[in-house]
């Protein structure tokens, strides 16, 4: 909290006398309207929410009185008047404000329940655009912001998510609040105006924004950052994509592997596993079932296994559970779990079990760099058949065609530089985030050869092209005879005349697949 601010907050209550409701969503309110009237709470309201108020057998005054206009240009101006945020802005201590507000005949407003028209939903909804434009709320944001500027004299909930905070405040502190419970809500306030306010610049902006604005609601303060010396703090809703059925804290590195292994995974149909550590593949396999991937999975790198991340894109049965309970790891996650599977995980007190929830992921990515921030699409392209262009004398048969698919979509999710080495869709090994295209072959190479992989018949996936001939003569040296890769050096010709006159097969995609 800034310090300006720690200085004005002091504990006296103060009472709720009259409140102004005009809110979209109703449900929850009924309860906090019936605990503001038996406290003899003076009600105002407009609209909709003036009918159910009156409902409930309640008394309201219309604004419409204290404005003495009517609501005008099909809703457009409703509250938008002095009378309405006279009572709202009028500082209770300072004399000239309340001798105005006697003067013109202004009643005091103590609290404002009020949400705002539903524009995300209507931009999402695919509603056309003077439908979207309609749903930009003028009146609603200016109470919100009036009373939230107000906060030290006003309560201002702003969106149904806080009816429940504010009832409970009504009944423990006898239908008073506290400045603090005022600052909470006026912070809250200016969330929403903000997250609202973003949302529609976006809007308008469209494809080509000249400012940066991104907004998520939610945060979750994480044990620490990268590591123990660093703060963490999540921003967005770890919920609204997994349920978490058991398991420690979700920390800072959990979140960065558990978001690899979503883009990883995602690139599969086939029931594939695939462990992860330090955001790459250390083992991935697609197999006819679960428990035969999970072994191949394994067999990739069982060392860097140990407490990696394990992921699946079906429903984890028994065996696969039983066999996994082996070793240890950190996080497993799933679209589900048979019960004889949870049960078998139950005894992994920390394992942290995720369930996958069916949502759409953004399609834009952020990232800070320098004083500023950089924005990109998703990559999102997932090459078939159908993109492979074969530039070789030699074509690759439906086998390796098979396999360099499966390569490619590991070489696109593991940090550049990078090469993947794979056999009946399984990763041998991969080398990865090495400046130099041959160190990241030598290394996968090696890598296969400790864990007993023999690379003959096995192909090659690069996530750019080959300025030279160098990777795909030592390939064909340990027996690599088909590379997949996605063409694009002034010198690709080197490449495929090496392939050709050693009896290997390319072909190229067209994509390169850097991540760095």
Same mark, same amino acid.
């Given at each position: 909290m800034h310090e300006n601010i720690k200085e004005f907050i002091m504990s006296e209550l103060k009472n709720i006398k009259s409140a102004l409701i005009s809110v979209y969503h109703k449900d929850g309110l009924e309860e906090i309207i019936q605990k503001l009237n038996q406290s003899g709470v003076h009600f105002y309201s407009t609209g909709g929410t003036k009918d159910f108020i009156e409902g409930l057998g309640i008394a309201v005054t219309a604004v419409e009185e204290i404005t003495g206009y009517p609501s005008i240009l099909g809703g457009r101006v409703k509250t938008l008047h002095p009378k309405v945020f006279g009572g709202i802005l009028a500082r209770?201590?300072?004399?000239? #404000?309340?001798? &105005?507000?006697? &003067?013109?005949? +202004?009643?005091?407003? #103590?609290?404002?329940?009020? $949400?705002?028209?539903?524009?995300?939903?209507?931009?999402?909804?695919?509603?056309?655009?003077?439908?979207? +434009?309609?749903?930009? $709320? +003028?009146?609603? +944001?200016?109470?919100?912001r009036g009373a939230a500027k107000n906060y030290k004299d006003v309560v201002i909930v702003s969106n149904q998510g806080q009816y429940a905070r504010l009832l409970g405040l009504l009944n423990e502190q006898n239908n008073a609040t506290s400045l603090e419970d005022r600052l909470w809500f006026a912070r809250e306030a200016f969330a929403t105006s903000s997250h609202y306010d973003s949302a529609i610049f976006n809007y308008f902006a469209g494809d080509e924004p000249a400012s940066f604005r991104q907004s998520l609601n939610g945060s979750k303060t994480l044990r620490y950052g990268e590591n123990p010396h660093q703060k963490g703090t999540f921003y967005g809703q770890f919920e609204a994509m997994f349920d978490q059925l058991q398991g420690k804290e979700i920390s800072y590195n959990n979140l960065l592997d558990i978001d690899a292994a979503v883009n990883l995974i995602d690139e599969f149909s086939d029931t594939t596993f695939a462990i992860l550590k330090h955001n790459n593949a250390c083992g991935c396999a697609s197999r006819e079932n679960m428990l035969d991937a999970y072994k191949s999975a394994l067999a990739g790198d069982p060392v860097s296994a140990f407490g990696g991340i394990f992921v699946t894109n079906k429903v984890v049965d028994k065996e696969t559970a039983e066999e996994a309970s082996k070793i240890f790891f950190e996080v497993f996650i799933a679209p589900g779990y048979d019960a004889e599977a949870l049960e078998i995980f139950k005894a992994k007190k920390n394992l942290i079990i995720l369930v996958r929830k069916a949502i759409e992921l953004p399609t834009n990515q952020y990232r800070t760099v320098l004083n500023g921030v950089i924005a990109q699409e998703r990559d999102l392209k997932i090459e078939t058949a159908g993109d492979l262009k074969p530039v070789t004398i030699i074509s690759p048969d439906n086998n390796q065609l098979s396999d360099l698919l499966f390569a490619n979509r590991l070489v696109k999710q593991s940090k550049s530089n990078t090469i993947v080495l794979a056999k009946d869709k399984q990763l041998l090994a991969s080398g990865v985030g090495q400046t130099s295209r041959v160190d990241a072959l030598r290394q996968a190479i090696e890598k296969a050869k400790s864990f007993g992989f023999d690379l003959k018949g096995a192909v090659m996936a690069s996530d750019a092209f080959f300025p030279f001939p160098d990777c795909v003569e030592i390939a064909h040296n340990e027996g690599i005879d088909t590379v997949i890769q996605p063409g694009g050096s002034i010198r690709d010709k080197d490449s495929v005349d090496y392939c050709n006159n050693n009896n290997m097969s390319m072909v190229v995609t067209g994509f390169r697949h850097f991540k760095h």
């Amino acid at each position: 909290m800034h310090e300006n601010i720690k200085e004005f907050i002091m504990s006296e209550l103060k009472n709720i006398k009259s409140a102004l409701i005009s809110v979209y969503h109703k449900d929850g309110l009924e309860e906090i309207i019936q605990k503001l009237n038996q406290s003899g709470v003076h009600f105002y309201s407009t609209g909709g929410t003036k009918d159910f108020i009156e409902g409930l057998g309640i008394a309201v005054t219309a604004v419409e009185e204290i404005t003495g206009y009517p609501s005008i240009l099909g809703g457009r101006v409703k509250t938008l008047h002095p009378k309405v945020f006279g009572g709202i802005l009028a500082r209770r201590e300072n004399e000239g #404000d309340l001798k &105005q507000l006697a &003067q013109y005949e +202004i009643p005091e407003i #103590d609290l404002i329940i009020v $949400d705002l028209y539903p524009f995300e939903a209507t931009v999402a909804s695919g509603a056309a655009h003077d439908d979207i +434009i309609e749903k930009i $709320d +003028i009146g609603g +944001i200016s109470l919100i912001r009036g009373a939230a500027k107000n906060y030290k004299d006003v309560v201002i909930v702003s969106n149904q998510g806080q009816y429940a905070r504010l009832l409970g405040l009504l009944n423990e502190q006898n239908n008073a609040t506290s400045l603090e419970d005022r600052l909470w809500f006026a912070r809250e306030a200016f969330a929403t105006s903000s997250h609202y306010d973003s949302a529609i610049f976006n809007y308008f902006a469209g494809d080509e924004p000249a400012s940066f604005r991104q907004s998520l609601n939610g945060s979750k303060t994480l044990r620490y950052g990268e590591n123990p010396h660093q703060k963490g703090t999540f921003y967005g809703q770890f919920e609204a994509m997994f349920d978490q059925l058991q398991g420690k804290e979700i920390s800072y590195n959990n979140l960065l592997d558990i978001d690899a292994a979503v883009n990883l995974i995602d690139e599969f149909s086939d029931t594939t596993f695939a462990i992860l550590k330090h955001n790459n593949a250390c083992g991935c396999a697609s197999r006819e079932n679960m428990l035969d991937a999970y072994k191949s999975a394994l067999a990739g790198d069982p060392v860097s296994a140990f407490g990696g991340i394990f992921v699946t894109n079906k429903v984890v049965d028994k065996e696969t559970a039983e066999e996994a309970s082996k070793i240890f790891f950190e996080v497993f996650i799933a679209p589900g779990y048979d019960a004889e599977a949870l049960e078998i995980f139950k005894a992994k007190k920390n394992l942290i079990i995720l369930v996958r929830k069916a949502i759409e992921l953004p399609t834009n990515q952020y990232r800070t760099v320098l004083n500023g921030v950089i924005a990109q699409e998703r990559d999102l392209k997932i090459e078939t058949a159908g993109d492979l262009k074969p530039v070789t004398i030699i074509s690759p048969d439906n086998n390796q065609l098979s396999d360099l698919l499966f390569a490619n979509r590991l070489v696109k999710q593991s940090k550049s530089n990078t090469i993947v080495l794979a056999k009946d869709k399984q990763l041998l090994a991969s080398g990865v985030g090495q400046t130099s295209r041959v160190d990241a072959l030598r290394q996968a190479i090696e890598k296969a050869k400790s864990f007993g992989f023999d690379l003959k018949g096995a192909v090659m996936a690069s996530d750019a092209f080959f300025p030279f001939p160098d990777c795909v003569e030592i390939a064909h040296n340990e027996g690599i005879d088909t590379v997949i890769q996605p063409g694009g050096s002034i010198r690709d010709k080197d490449s495929v005349d090496y392939c050709n006159n050693n009896n290997m097969s390319m072909v190229v995609t067209g994509f390169r697949h850097f991540k760095h």
